[in-house]
Nanobody, 118 residues
Framework: QVQLVESGGDLVQAGGSLRLSCAAS????????ITWYRQAPGKQRELVAS???????NYADSVKGRFAISRDNAKNTAFLQMGSLKPEDTAVYYC????????????WGQGTQVTVSS
């Protein structure tokens, strides 16, 4: 069983920065596409950023130029560097690992809270 553990969430003022981490157990990390999602109160979960196993990245329009996703396969860890934070970035941020080995798999972390004060 694979576990994903997010960390790095905090309360920060608008304009500040945070770096979220997603640490994966097991040995599937390097085969996985990693995606960060977020869910604000009363809203649907939305994609924030993704990175393929080959390192290609994709971002939601709302975070382009402010957030950067990266991965360190040697450490089984993905990161989301967030800058120029806005109150509307306040949400629980979730890490997802998805891929296919013998079968498709789809794992989620428990989430980490990011709160941006104005």
């Amino acid at each position: 069983q694979v576990q994903l553990v997010e960390s790095g969430g905090d309360l920060v003022q608008a304009g500040g920065s945070l770096r979220l981490s997603c640490a994966a157990s097991g040995n599937i990390f390097r085969f996985s596409g990693i995606t960060w999602y977020r869910q604000a109160p009363g809203k649907q979960r939305e994609l924030v950023a993704s990175i393929t196993r080959g390192g290609e990245t994709n971002y939601a329009d709302s975070v382009k130029g402010r957030f950067a996703i990266s991965r360190d396969n040697a450490k089984n860890t993905a990161f989301l560097q967030m800058g120029s934070l806005k109150p509307e970035d306040t949400a629980v941020y979730y890490c997802n690992a998805r891929g296919r080995l013998l079968a498709e798999y789809d794992y989620w972390g428990q989430g980490t809270q990011v709160t941006v004060s104005s």
